[in-house]
């Protein structure tokens, strides 16, 4: 590996850079740092099912989650729309369609 500082190389048991002092393993440091970001992220677009029951009991919030997350988590937006969708079924149409259920 190489020292993120000064760029001279190092061997793997060095733990701090001989040229500059500066510590061996910040590299790995903050590419684990990136690593965490980029899986969080990745968790707030998860699509998570979560969101589907949130938009399921409450159907407009799901719906302006929807409009919302259209563009900028589409996986996150897909699963509060499809929620928002069997919530409005559920509470709203199936009563009408089969009053028996009510
Ligand atoms: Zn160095």
């Known amino acids: 590996m190489y020292c993120y500082k000064c760029g001279s190389e190092l061997?793997?048991?060095?733990?701090f850079c001989g040229n500059c002092g500066a510590k061996a393993q910040q590299i790995d440091e903050l590419e684990s740092r990136v690593n965490h970001?980029?899986?969080?992220e990745a968790s707030r677009d998860s699509g998570s099912v979560g969101w589907t029951v949130l938009g399921f009991f409450i159907p407009i919030v799901g719906l302006i989650l929807f409009l919302v997350w259209l563009r900028s988590k589409p996986?996150?937006?897909n699963a509060a729309g499809a929620g928002?969708?069997?919530?409005?079924?559920?509470?709203?149409?199936?009563?009408?369609?089969?009053?028996?259920?009510?």
């Open 11 to 15: 061997s793997d048991s060095d733990k």
């Open 37 to 40: 970001l980029e899986s969080a």
């Open 75 to 77: 996986n996150n937006s």
């Open 84 to 102: 928002c969708l069997a919530g409005i079924l559920i509470w709203y149409v199936l009563p009408f369609v089969f009053p028996i259920f009510v």
